[in-house]
């Protein structure tokens, strides 16, 4: 079905809330395939949040704002998924031998963060070893 705007707009509202999308659709994409990994999820979530903190700087229509308010308080609901699990730290950020604690370190993540992530493998080894 056709769809029709009176103005350009009301196009360039589309337009922006396009562009913007392209990413999440690019992201759900790379998570649909097999060879996605649960070490290749907060590396993926920074970038997505990264952009989209980028993003909201811009000048945007007031419905593109809100829309990706909706998206930034969606993404700190999975980064909150993400600290009740310690499975995502452990595996990415200290056993992912292409990764290893430097990548929290690069991505400047609070000195806090990586010392929890670091008492978390230990801790773990420990309980099970």
């Known amino acids: 079905k056709k769809i029709e705007l009176e103005d ?3 196009w360039k509202v589309v337009a922006d809330l396009v562009a913007d999308l392209q990413q999440y659709k690019q992201a759900t994409l790379f998570f649909s395939q097999d060879l996605a990994t649960i070490a290749a999820v907060i590396p993926a979530m920074n970038k997505l949040d990264n952009k989209l903190n980028q993003q909201m700087k811009n000048d945007y229509h007031p419905a593109v704002i809100s829309a990706m308010q909706l998206v930034k308080n969606k993404m700190d609901q999975y980064w909150q998924i993400t600290d009740l699990s310690n499975v995502y730290r452990i595996a990415m950020g200290i056993l992912h031998p292409g990764l290893k604690l430097e990548y929290f370190c690069t991505k400047a993540w609070e000195q ?3 010392e ?3 008492k978390l493998v230990h801790d773990e080894f420990a309980s099970k070893y």
């Open 8 to 10: 350009d707009d009301k």
């Open 112 to 114: 806090e963060w990586i």
């Open 116 to 118: 929890t992530a670091k």
